[in-house]
Each structure stands twice: as C-alpha cells, then as structure tokens.
C-alpha cells in the first residue's frame, strides 16, 4: 500500500523569551521542544490516531505537517513530494490534496460570509468550478456532508456546533483531499452530537479514499475511528501500533497509565488504575534520557541515562521503552528507583 | 424519593433567564434529594440546565437575567431561598462548598494560595491568621499536593491545572462542609490528572463523610463515582436511578441513546457504527408541548407529541424515568 503521508524525524522547537531586554540582560532564551523527532507514515484512505496530553505536542505535529508552522528539522512527504521546505508559492498545488478540520467549528468560519461562500473559496481558489457549477458543487457538499441545499446562503451564527463542524467538513472536502487533518474534530461537541460526526467522518472516508490523521486526547473516540495509534508523550512518539495490538495490549507503561485512567461507563468494569504521580514536565526542560522516566512507576537507572529508541516489539509494534513489554505494569516499590 | 429526612431536597424548582429573544425556562419541575456522605450526579449535555440546577442551591443564579421563578430548596431544617443573605452567606462555603470546571479561573490570579484558602477559612472560622495559615497548610497536605509549604506561597499561575483543582478542593473542604458541589470537576483536565483529582474526591468523601453533588456529561465520570444519578434534557429530569440500574438498564430513550453514542474503550469493533442520536436539543425559546425528546426519538408514538409523560417509578426500585413507552426501552445492557 503506497503512503499518503510520510514524516521523518519531524521536530519543531519554538524560542520562547528572545527578547531585545533578555538579550541585553545576558539571558540565553528558552528552547520549548514541542515536537522533537517525530515518525509515521499514513497509508492511503488509512486513519491514523494521534493521542496525547495537553503540550505533548500531537497539534504542533499537524500544524508542522500543514505548514502552518515551519517544521525545525526533518520531512514531511505528502505523496512522495517533501512539503517541509518548498517556498509557500510551491507549497500551493500540495496544499489542494492536504486539508485540515479544527476543534472549534465557530472560529475556523468567516462570520461575516455566508458558510457557502466558505466552502467555495477552496473549489474557486484551484479553479475546479465556477459560477453555476460552483455553486451547484458546493449545495452537492451540503448534502453529503448532512446539510441542506438551501442552507449554503446562511451565516455561521444560524448553525449549531454540529452542524458548524459538518461545514468545516465540507470545505476541507471541496477540494478532494488525499489528507485530512483533524484536530479534535469533535472534542467540542455534546456526545449525542459527536456520534453523528463521527459516521460521517468514517462515511466519508469508505466513499472519497482519505487519509485522515486524527489528533485526538479522547482515547475511546480514538480506538473507534482509527487503523493504527500513536501515543505522544513530551514531544516524541512512545508507542504506536494497530489499533487492536495497541489497546488490548499496550507495552508502553504511558500508554498502559493512560488506558487504565479513562473511566468506564460500566458499573462492573474491573478498576486496576495506574495512577501517575505528578504532572507532565514543562518541554522547555525535559528529563534526560526516557522523558517519561520522572513519572514511570518503573522506571530505573538506566532511564535517566539512556534514551530508549522506538522498537518493533511485535508485528506492526513499536515500543520506546527500556522495560517495554505485555502484561499489567509490575508498580514495583522494590524497582531501582534512582533517577526519579 | 424524599421519604426519609434527606440532607438537601430540592422540589419542583423553576428558573428562567430573560434573554433579548425572550424567556429561557433554564429548569422545569426539577427535583432531587441528597443524602447525607451519598454522590449524586447530575448528568445532562450542554444547555440541559444541570449547572443551573446545582447553581440554584447555593443561590448564585444572577437576578437579572436569572430568576428562581419556583420551588422550595431545603437544607437540613433550613428553606434555602427563603433566608436572609446573611444567613445564606454563613452557609455557602461553609457548609455547602463548591468546585468548578475551570480552576485556573476560579482562582484569584493575584493572590497567593495561602492567601485564598486563608481567606476562605477566615470568614466561617473564628481563627486567627496564624491558625488559618496552619489550617492552609493542613488542608494542602490532605488534597496530596506535591511540596505543599512551597505551594502556600505561589500564584495560581505558576501551577499546574491539576495543582489548581487540588487547591480548590482544599479550599472547598477547609470548612468540612456537607455538600460538595462540584460542577464538571475534570472536564478540563488531562486523563491522568483526572483520574487523580477522581481518587482524591473519593478519598475525601470516604475519610470526612461529605455528600457530593456531581454535575458532569461523562457517563464514564458517573460510573466510577456516583451512587445515583439524575439525567437532564431541555431543563427537565427525565430519569433516577441508582448508578448500576441506569447504566445496566436504562429507561428513557434518551439515556439509552447516550450509552450508545459514546463510544466504549476496549470495544474494538471494526468498521461498527456508533448510535446517532439525530437532530440536536431544542430550543428552550419555543414552547415545548409533549416530550421534549420526541422530535428525537426513534420509540416516539402520536402521544408523546402531545402530552408530557411524568415521572414513573418502575418495578419497585428507586427507578424513575419521564417516557410513555419506558417499559419497553433498552432490557439490560
């Protein structure tokens, strides 16, 4: 299966406090290393999940993917073309295949345009219709999408928040994307509401053939519309896997933590909770070796001095971790705690 | 439902709101009890009224635009809408405290934490300031926070949204109240910190036998913390029960379409579709006739359009649902 997206190694390092009076002051500026080496490849029409905590840097990896950001280091290849690089005016024919869906239905439209002439703008932008056929390509997307024809002449505020993200959806559609990237798609709206997204995005994936990159941090809406996972923790990819492999038997002990902290909508489900101490590090100064060592219920001398690369522990598995490996995590008070 | 003496019982409250289009009937005929150590949750989607249900207790629904058109809200022997504000103040934070979504807000951004949980115990507690600050740091040291005689300096923003919450909680609790209110304690947090603050409220309801009021849309949330649970749709309740028999056998259509909307952890079915529950919440600005649900409902008959099915207790469990058919939803999940 030929690859819609290929990243390598991506990293993206912002300065924080390189100011004019930090510099005069002799003050050296901060490097927050939000996305730091990062690599996954999309099949076509394949969704892949891209869970983490807040800061961990799963919307930067979009972003830099979209060029939205200047990607630091590192490639980004969207139909075997790199993308990380090429001038903004080179960057425009990639841009037709490569399309982005955001958390916020209501500040990603025009308040001030009607949502039919939001959707236009993509299709009129690469010249793939105008005038009558324009507009008939664009009532064609409010159906498909679950809207009706004669609602493309009304204003972001006459739509709910559902219906405002099935918008955002038909114009990230309107130019026949192979890519999509969604970030938090639907953590905004209500769960009765978020079902319905959720069809459509699946629908719609089985009809046009898209790649989806979906940048989530609900792990249960993760599990359900994605092929293979990647789990983020501080920048750097700890596990990822086919779905299946990676839920029911997750090697990372990150991943374990975070499976085993989601609470279930079942009274009788068996609660063996890893409780993490502590909060995630600040990325401007990660923990040496494994990042998530300072917060690892097994983590022991060798995690502070070495940094586990990601390695393929089963078929279509890859684990970074030193102790990566199946089974409930042994929280060993007796573990080799030096370097916590 | 209110057969033994309950520690709150509010009964047939209504609030509306006027807005520039008109009046919002924000909760209808809304009743619930809390018992004394129990949790309670309130669940309901955005605009079903569950904050406002809760808000009302502690009286902080702002007149104007807010009004508690109707209702008795009972404390212990006290009618809460009908005492002094004085009196109200006494209570509030002191007997009945409260935690909200957004700690970082919530807090005082240029106060020091000592300063807020201080103030906080100052006012309901005759201490001085440095009996107060000792009570700061011994509630610091009860919600778990990492080095708490650091934390008693800092300002909110040099914490983490975790390390807010447990302030907030530490604050709420700094008069050992009664009730804990705590509106959509988690909702803003990580997963993992969210399982944390999760454990720390039930340790804390275990070790000072506080009841909690739980307002969340999580159903998973509900599931590892209430003992009951009140649904909410278009300000109205239409469903009780305790926590197992709501999740296990739910018996209002609208229940059992959350259930099915939410997708589950652990449950990889391939290319198997959620439950949609079409269309979105009414509009509270139109009269609604009937069953506010209907015009959703895949079980919905002639009746339901018509006339508004009351709450009906089922079997002889403390099972309640509003639905004309619910003897016939769901069966057991």
Known sequence: MSEALTVKNLAKHFVAGDRILDRLLGKKPSVVRAVDGVSFGIAEGETLGLVGESGCGKSTVGRSILRLHDPTRGKVELNGQDISRTSRRALRPARQYLQVVFQDPFSSLNPRRTVGQSVAEPIANYGLAKDAELRAKVEELFQRVGLRADQVDRYPHEFSGGQRQRIGIARALATRPKLIVLDEPVSALDVSVQAQVINLLVDLQQEFGIAYLFIAHDLAVVEHISARVAVMYLGKIVE????????????????????????????????????????????????????????????????????????????????????????????????????? | MSTKQALLSVENLAVTFRTDRGVVPAVREFSYTLDAGETLAIVGESGSGKSVGALAVMRLINDPPGRISEGTIRFGNRSLLSLPEDEMQDIRGNEIAMIFQEPMTSLNPVLTVAEQIIEAVQLHQNLNKREARARALEMLQLVQISEPARRLNQYPHELSGGMCQRVMIAMAMACTPSILIADEPTTALDVTIQAQILDLMRDLKGRLGTAILLITHDLGVVAEMADRVVVIYAGRKIEEAPVRDLLRSPRHPYTLGLLGAMPRLGAVGEGQRLTEIPGTVPSLLEPITGCAFAPRCSMAIERCHGEAPPLERHGDAQHFAACWRSGEVGGDR
């Open chain 1, 240 to 340: 990822i896997a086919d779905k299946k492999s990676l839920f029911e038997s997750p090697r990372h002990p990150y991943t374990k933590a975070l499976l085993s902290a989601v609470p279930k909508a079942d009274p009788d489900a068996a609660s063996q909770r890893i409780v993490l101490q502590g909060d995630i590090p600040s990325p401007t100064n990660p923990p040496s070796g494994c990042r998530f060592r300072s917060r690892c219920p097994i983590a022991r001398a060798i995690c502070a001095s070495e940094e586990p690369p990601l390695e393929i522990q089963a078929s279509g598995h890859e684990t970074a971790c030193h102790f990566a490996g199946p089974g409930p995590l042994a929280t060993s008070a007796a573990a080799d705690q030096i370097g916590r």
